[in-house]
């Protein structure tokens, strides 16, 4: 969806204004937009970026959120009161809809993007729900964003370090989200015959983010999130058939149909591994 008439200038006003910062270096479009997948009540995802050595004034950034507030006052938080990975940022409520500030620590980013490049990722399961937040998605939003104001290339360079996906990267989270998949599913077995719903459940879902997880290390497809994530693999060359009826058929269960969704399970698990092609070897037999 194109961006609408007052939404675009909104969003140029804004830009324009927040590029006067000092310590601002460049400011992107993110989110659905950046994307593509926007609806008529999609947020305007605004990335601003900054070196970790001269950050930008948090209160510069509060008079412009409070400029284009309407009838509520903006939530402004300082650097890394989010979280370790989604760093801070706020929510503004303005006349024509919502709009969120992203701080974006370049340096934490670029990092980021050489550990993907060795194969070194990470996911902080308290940042995001519902299944955390992945440091994939730092690659992602970098890939998709539009830049906005980007004097010096800071995000050029960027985007043309994740213009490939990495090889490394991709042998890695399929490995590592495989075998933890594989290893969910034994608990899972045990603790279905216990009708232990709690424990069941939460295996089921947890093994599911990491095998959605490892479809799209197979096709390589950065992640840029958990919402619409299924959509995005139904489109991909590499996924199991009818994957979306087989997930929710799966994550949907009662005290009576546990053993048999951690069947189901069991099953869409393999047929994954057998779409990796010898790419995933569990790290040993489990008995």
Same mark, same amino acid.
């Given at each position: ?9 909104? #969003? ?10 000092? /310590?601002? *270096?460049?400011?992107?479009? /993110? /989110? ?23 950050p %930008? ?43 969120? %500030? ?8 670029? *990092? ?14 308290e ?35 994740? *213009? ?28 279905a ?8 459940? /939460?295996?089921l ?7 959605v997880s490892?479809?799209?290390? #197979? ?11 299924i ?19 799966? #994550? ?5 149909s ?10 869409? %698990? ?18």
């Open positions: 969806m194109q961006i609408s008439d007052n939404k675009q200038k909104l #969003l140029d006003d804004i830009t324009a204004e927040l590029k006067l910062i000092d /310590g601002v *270096k460049a400011i992107v479009l /993110g /989110g659905s937009y950046a994307v593509g997948a926007a609806t008529e009540s999609s947020d305007l995802d605004i990335g601003i970026y900054y070196c970790e050595q001269n %930008f004034d948090i209160e510069k950034v509060k008079i412009v959120a409070n400029k284009y507030a309407h009838n509520e006052k903006p939530t402004v938080t300082a650097f890394y009161e989010w979280g370790p990975w989604v760093n801070g940022g706020a929510w503004i409520n303005t006349e024509y809809g919502e709009v969120d %500030f992203l701080y974006k620590n370049i340096d934490q980013i670029a *990092k980021t993007i050489d550990n993907a490049k060795n194969g070194v990722w990470e996911n902080h399961y940042q995001q729900p519902p299944y955390g937040f992945s440091s994939v998605i730092f690659l992602s939003e970098t890939h998709y964003s539009l830049p906005l104001f980007d004097p010096d290339d800071v995000v050029m360079h960027l985007k043309e370090n994740v *213009k490939q996906y990495p090889q490394k990267l991709k042998q890695s989270i399929i490995q590592q989200s495989l075998w933890s998949a594989e290893f969910t599913i034994w608990q899972a077995e045990k603790l015959l216990k009708a232990d719903i709690y424990s069941t459940v /939460g295996c879902a947890r093994a599911m983010n990491n095998i490892a479809l799209f290390a #197979l096709n390589e497809i950065y992640p840029m999130g958990d919402k619409r994530a959509d995005i693999i139904e489109t991909a060359k590499n996924k199991p058939t009818n994957l979306t009826n087989k997930i929710n058929s799966i #994550l949907s269960c009662d005290k009576n546990l053993k048999d969704n951690v069947e189901h399970l069991k099953f869409l %698990f393999n047929e994954v591994v057998e779409l990796a092609s010898g790419q995933y070897k569990p790290y040993y037999k489990l008995q």
